[in-house]
């Protein structure tokens, strides 16, 4: 906010014989990266969550194909929770799960029992239970649907604003810093130039 103050003044005062380029020039840096960072970062952080939604549903479409969404039925519950036995290394609440031993016919309608993932609606013996299998009938780890690709998206939307909001203060951090030396030098010289006289006005001889 005191950026934004100091700013307006420097504008307001840009014929002010007092106010040197190096000023204006740090006004200009200051103004530019309030406009990336109401309007470009954004639109940043909006692109980023696009590509990734774009991406995350073609994976998820590509996960689907080749399985096969069949209706089984609980027959009991399984203690405990479990990990997908092909992501041993997932530690994501998709990933870890209660499980139910399941009774489901394949679409060759062969009837076929063993453990699946239960969903958070899943009921008792009995209740039916939505299994994702192969073409063989064999239970495969449910893919990812569309929620869940539209709320990782988000999340990268939100991570590439950060990322470009921080890059753009990075940036002006590093270009006011370049100015203030600038400043710095400037009353050097102004300084070797005039120190020598000081205090000599108005004396004599």
């Not at 840009?14 to 990336?36: C, F, I, S």
């Not at 309007?39 to 399985?67: F, K, N, T, W, Y």
């Not at 709320?151 to 990322?163: E, I, N, Q, R, Y």
């Amino acid at each position: 906010m005191r950026d934004v103050w100091a700013l307006l003044a420097i504008l307001r005062g840009r014929r002010n014989p007092l106010r040197h380029a190096v000023d204006r020039r740090e006004a200009w840096v200051t103004l530019g990266a309030l406009v990336l960072l109401v309007l470009g970062a954004p639109a940043a952080g909006l692109a980023g969550a696009a590509a990734a939604d774009a991406a995350l549903q073609r994976s998820a479409a590509a996960e689907r194909e080749g399985l096969h969404a069949v209706d089984g039925v609980v027959v009991r519950p399984v203690p405990g929770r479990e990990r997908y036995p092909g992501d041993p290394e997932a530690t994501s609440e998709r990933a870890v799960r209660p499980w139910v031993l399941a009774s489901w016919r394949t679409r060759g309608g062969v009837r076929r029992t063993g453990k699946v993932p239960a969903d958070s609606d899943t009921g008792g013996p009995g209740s039916a239970v939505r299994i994702w299998t192969d073409a063989a009938g064999v239970p495969v780890e449910p893919p990812m649907d569309a929620r869940t690709a539209r709320t990782h998206a988000v999340l990268g939307g939100v991570g590439t604003f950060l990322l470009a909001a921080g890059c753009v203060e990075a940036g002006r951090r590093l270009v006011a810093r370049r100015v203030v030396r600038s400043r710095y030098a400037r009353l050097d010289r102004e300084w070797a130039t005039t120190g020598p006289d000081w205090g000599r006005a108005g004396k004599g001889g």
